[in-house]
């Protein structure tokens, strides 16, 4: 497996761990919090002569980090634009400690880190499994050979040729699967004080002061605290995962009467229209707002699913 390929896979199963549920509570740490400019590098001292041409570019696989950091940043950075805030009102500010005593009792420190080792990790291993139970996946990789031609192959000599290019990796696969968790386990640590303080703001927006007294009250009772440690937590368990099958079946029950709402919805309106129905007038300005000329937007115009099928069908009945 590439290691460049793991990434993106912890970045997804880190919006698992901050489902829907909690997308709104996420986003609402201190939008007011002044961000420090990074440190502007040191001047490096002028070269001449020979020095001067050595230069550090990076290698391949720096760049690939590099980009690869740059879009898991600008993926994450969205929950920022999705989740504009208001900040706090100097009341609920007064209500932070209130809010700070449930939020450590309902995620206490290391909470992450057991929804990690409870629910996600045996996930994880079935996903990495179900990769490293079928050889041809592999297979497929090092030797360029169609996955549809592989599939006709028994398991027995999938596995035997997948050892003679690539022997070590079942050994790698498990190592592999093993850094991964660690990985994950050490990223979801780095993001729970965060969470814990964007939670902590969270509850001061949705209950009063009194409402939270009486909560912690609730909280010092057995019920109360079995509640309070099981409210995070149970999002993660397997009963809520495995929902997600329904997931198919749900979108098959509505995707019928969605599609004919869809269509009811468009027969409202009026169609776009393409530059070849424009007027001569209205061809002449979109040319010029566009800085095209009109015979450029009349070759670049798209064209319909029909007259693509339409324009195949011909150059095969020519062929």
Do not use: C, W
């Not at 920022?80 to 208001?86: A, N, R």
């Not at 198919?248 to 070849?276: I, L, N, W």
């Amino acid at each position: 497996m590439n290691s460049f390929a793991v990434v993106p896979a912890l970045s997804a199963l880190s919006l698992i761990l901050v489902s829907p549920v909690h997308a709104q509570e996420a986003a609402n740490s201190d939008p007011g919090a002044e961000v420090s400019e990074p440190a502007a590098p040191p001047e490096e001292p002028a070269q001449d002569g020979d020095e001067a041409e050595m230069m550090d570019f990076p290698t391949e696989e720096e760049e690939a980090l590099q980009e690869l950091e740059r879009e898991i940043t600008e993926s994450f950075a969205l929950f920022g634009d999705l989740f504009q805030v208001e900040p706090l009102t100097p009341e609920q500010e007064e209500l932070i400690p209130l809010a700070q005593q449930m939020t450590d009792i309902i995620l206490p420190e290391g909470t992450f880190g057991l929804v990690m080792q409870d629910s996600l990790e045996p996930m994880f291993d079935t996903i990495m499994g179900a990769m490293a139970s079928d050889p041809r996946f592999r297979l497929a990789e090092v030797t360029g050979v169609d996955s549809l031609d592989l599939d006709e192959l028994e398991d027995e000599a999938a596995r035997e040729a997948l050892e003679i290019f690539d022997p070590e990796f079942t050994m790698r696969n498990e190592k592999m699967g093993d850094l991964v968790l660690e990985l994950v386990s050490e990223m979801f640590s780095a993001m729970e004080p965060s969470y814990r303080t964007a939670y902590t703001r969270a509850l001061v927006t949705r209950f009063e002061e009194q409402e939270m007294r009486e909560l912690l009250v609730f909280f010092e009772t057995p019920l109360g605290a079995k509640f309070a440690v099981n409210s995070f937590s149970i999002q993660y368990d397997p009963q809520m995962l495995g929902v997600m099958e329904q997931m198919g079946p749900a979108m098959v029950e509505v995707m019928p009467d969605m599609m004919e709402r869809f269509s009811t919805f468009e027969e409202q309106f009026e169609k776009e229209r393409k530059f070849s129905e424009l007027s001569s007038a209205e061809r002449d300005r979109a040319a010029q707002l566009l800085g095209k000329s009109v015979n450029e937007l009349d070759a670049l115009e798209p064209q319909d699913n029909d007259e693509i099928i339409e324009d195949d069908a011909n150059e095969y009945q020519e062929v």
